[in-house]
């Protein structure tokens, strides 16, 4: 038995690396009109929230969105695009992957699943400028704790991210909490493509 064991030990060990590692991350491209935003999409560590924006993207769903919101200031804070609740771009709301399930944290270029109450989140999403951890699941927290689902990270182009958030907002557009966090002039996401 301990002989068994230890081979069985022992072929383990001597897999290959690729067999032995977790999935890569899927890289995208979003180009937008302000220019292109390379995200890393952690596959293996949020699986469901990165399914569903993966969806997204092959399905075409994002071209033509905008980023239309943008919280903060100069290095910090965040902007929000997608679908904005278009029948004919969203799916079906998915169940929630808090961060303390995935590991993953509101840092810097992190992106993120907007939503409502948990498990209410189709084609929005919103990318992070600096250390946000009060949007982290809180999960000693009274009422919502879930925080957010992050899904991936900014790879390359987090100037772009800086330069929609630096972007005016109107001071009468946008409702509740909203009112003037909405950017003038909304940057479109020309298209969504997974890369090499």
């Known amino acids: 038995m301990i002989r068994t064991l230890a081979l069985w030990l022992t072929a ?14 899927v890289r995208v491209a979003l180009d937008t009109a302000a220019g292109r935003i390379v995200i890393a999409v952690h596959a293996d560590k949020a699986p469901v929230t990165a399914a569903n924006f993966l969806a997204y ?13 943008g919280v903060g200031a100069a290095d910090y804070g965040f902007v929000q695009g997608g679908a904005q609740n278009d029948p004919k771009r969203i799916r079906l709301p998915i169940k929630h992957e808090p961060t303390s399930q995935t590991g993953l ?3 810097e270029g992190a992106l993120s699943m907007a939503r409502y109450a948990p498990g ?5 999403f919103f990318i992070v400028l600096g ?11 009274p009422g919502d704790n879930q925080g957010f689902a992050v899904f991936a990270h900014v790879v ?4 772009v991210v800086k ?29 969504a493509r997974r890369v090499p």
């Open 57 to 69: 993207v092959d399905q075409k769903r994002l071209d033509g969105t905008v980023f239309y919101r």
């Open 12 to 25: 383990l060990l001597t897999l290959s690396p690729a067999l032995a590692q977790a999935p890569a991350d």
């Open 131 to 141: 250390k946000m951890p009060a949007m982290d699941a809180q999960p000693d927290a």
């Open 163 to 191: 330069t929609i958030l630096a972007a005016p907002k109107s001071a009468t557009a946008g409702e509740g909490v909203m009112k003037g966090q909405m950017l003038e002039a909304p940057v479109k996401i020309l298209t």
């Open 120 to 124: 209410s989140a189709t084609g929005d």
């Open 105 to 107: 944290t509101h840092d």
């Open 156 to 159: 390359e182009g987090l100037e």
